[in-house]
């Protein structure tokens, strides 16, 4: 049963990280105790684009093997990834809210990248749901997720660039959250960011498994 | 700094719950698979 | 082998430029939503003149709407008319790509080359580098193309088309859109080439990265 306790452990690491997340001193000392959402935001805005690609790996399989299951785990993984998206978006619009007073700003790189992402994956289920027949969704909607990929990294990397040539003052709540990444926060960080991840694994393989006994089930009929 | 543990107890408990569910799916699953 | 390959992409064009000519359906679709939005714009504002920062973006939004509301049309009409499958067994999927891209730039630059001036005068625009202003124009017309031509052929077995080309789009427009307004803006405030080098590279690549990822992906999307 070592599948058990594996998921008994990844409980306890998270009831871990919330523990120690509101017993410790709050990561960044001039926002206060808003800052504390960072252990939960950052890990769901890294989620997001690791089941980004994901999907793009699955989608870039499924063009080369036309296997459903590969087209079901490029699926699955963008529903996930919507879902951490959705999350993300919203976890930092209240820190925006908190810190800022706004709820949305766009000359914030981070909440633009998120937005596109949340873009794409909105425009890839409205196109799954938008064609009737199975083997042209699988088709087309890899081809998009591939194609709608350059857009990711210039938001990640080239816009930033580009706006703190017009906004330097936003480089400084990078530059401070990792500057205060010492003491507790840096341990009680990496932990979230591993046990989030485990999470979505878990989450991706469930469904997957899922899908496979399905599969199987409607073969025998 | 109370409300902090408000907060804290009210995630410890949605995340037992999401757990428990987790749990349970994951059994569910596993069966499925061994009768096959 | 290739004068087989660009003829055929010649005819494909051609094709397309006689059938518009004969209804002009799409540059009517354009030209009309596009000048619409200027009108509505330059009426309502009355008096007052807009910055320059909101005068670039203006034009874009214009050419974006009309685009949205017209660009799917180019493989639609394709499946509408029942002619897609005649076209698929007519030449290799690159050449029909080609063929449609180049038909889109044509139907751009046709109606930027009308809009331009209208745009110049009714919101009362100087225009300090007329030359890079056209460039800009240019490359951008060639990235939305680039951008929407394989989004055009996506869609048009699809059900809700409209809404969804559109959906579709935005996304991976968004870089195009900053970088044609970031240059449309060096162009009207007068920074020069200099001022708008970064948007200029952007573009450049943009319209690259996009029309090499849709001539490789295009098959995909037009055989199955």
Known sequence: MVRKYLQIGLFVLIAGVIYFSFTTPAPQQIIGEASRIFYYHIPMAWLTVVAYAINLIYAIRFLKTRSELDDFRSHWSAELGTMFCVLATISGSLFAKVTWGVYWTWSEPRMLSIFILLLIYGAYLSLRAAIPTPERKGIISATYSIFAFPTVPFFIFIMPRMMQSLHPADSVVDKNLHFTMGGTVLPIFLVSLFSFTVLYFWLLGLGIRLHKVQLARFEEA | MSSNYTVMFANLVIWAGIFLFLFRLDKKVSDLEKRK | ?224
């Open chain 3, 1 to 224: 082998m290739s004068s087989g390959w660009t003829t055929k992409a010649l005819a494909v064009l051609a094709k397309d430029i006689r059938t518009e000519l004969r209804t002009r359906y799409s540059l009517n679709a354009l030209f009309m939503f596009a000048f619409t939005t200027l009108v509505v714009v330059s009426f309502s504002l009355g008096q007052l003149s807009l910055g320059v920062q909101v005068l670039s973006a203006l034009y874009w939004i214009i050419i974006f709407f009309a685009s949205m509301s017209a660009l799917s049309g180019v493989f639609v009409k394709e499946e509408d008319a029942k002619t897609a499958q005649t076209l698929r067994l007519f030449a290799r999927p690159s050449v029909i790509y080609a063929g449609k891209l180049i038909y889109n730039i044509l139907l751009l630059t046709i109606l930027c080359a009308l809009l331009t001036p209208l745009y110049v005068a009714f919101m009362n625009v100087t225009v300090p580098d007329w030359p890079l202003f056209l460039v800009v124009i240019l490359l951008g017309i060639i990235g939305l193309s680039g951008a929407t031509t394989i989004i055009g052929a996506i869609v048009a077995k699809a059900n809700v088309r409209g809404a969804l080309f559109a959906v579709l789009s935005f996304p991976v427009l968004l870089p195009l859109l900053v970088a044609a307004i970031g240059g449309t803006d060096a162009a009207l405030v007068g920074t020069g080439w200099a001022g708008a080098e970064n948007h200029i590279k952007l573009l450049v690549a943009y319209a690259v990265i996009m029309i090499t990822a849709s001539a490789v992906l295009f098959d995909f999307v037009w055989n199955g």
